[in-house]
């Protein structure tokens, strides 16, 4: 009886050994899919991204006050006047507001959400009438991209001094 019984266990268990290996091939499968299904749509996301700040331009080194957003929008069409381009922001319906909370003694970058792709490259164009004030244009990048930006930037000096 007890050989019958101990057959029959070593019968299941052989069956239960067979089963979590299957299970375990199914598994690596499926995580692999949702691998390359995360990466995907990670890729797809990133890319959302970049077109929605394609559009878009930062300003660094602008007076910042503490209550300044009444006056930011005629200060930015003003400097962007200055720099050749006209900018409508009654008619175009951009977006400018400071990034980040006010610190006093510190400046604020302005983001500036432009309708046309056209009005940021007419910006760029002429933002070298920008070199005499402490005011430049930069793009609106991702976290991600500023980062690589910021390394790419301290390599480039190192390689410099060396050269």
């Known amino acids: 009886m007890f050989k019958v019984i101990n057959e029959k266990l070593t019968s299941i268990e052989e069956k239960f050994e067979d089963c979590k290996a299957?299970?375990?091939k199914l598994i690596k499968k499926e995580n692999e899919e949702v691998k390359i299904i995360f990466?995907?749509?990670?890729?797809?996301?990133?890319?959302?991204?970049?077109?929605?700040?394609?559009?878009?331009?930062?300003?660094?080194?602008?007076d910042d006050t503490a209550d300044d957003t009444v006056?930011?929008?005629m200060k930015i069409?003003?400097?962007?006047?200055?720099m050749g381009?006209?900018?409508?922001?009654?008619?175009?319906?951009?977006?400018?507001?400071?990034?980040g909370k006010f610190i006093e003694g510190k400046i604020r970058s302005v983001l500036v959400k432009l309708q046309s792709f056209d009005k940021k490259i007419a910006i760029y164009q002429n933002s070298k009438m920008l070199k005499v004030s402490n005011i430049w244009v930069d793009d609106d990048a991702t976290k991600a991209v500023q980062d690589k930006r910021r390394r790419l930037i301290s390599h480039l000096k190192v390689a410099r001094q060396n050269s």
Do not use: H, P, Y
């Open 77 to 82: 069409e003003e400097l962007i006047a200055r």
């Open 85 to 99: 381009v006209s900018l409508n922001v009654g008619l175009d319906k951009n977006e400018i507001f400071r990034l």
């Open 39 to 62: 990466t995907e749509e990670g890729e797809r996301l990133e890319n959302l991204e970049k077109e929605t700040r394609k559009r878009n331009i930062v300003i660094k080194g602008l």
């Open 22 to 24: 299957e299970l375990e």
């Open 71 to 73: 006056d930011l929008q």
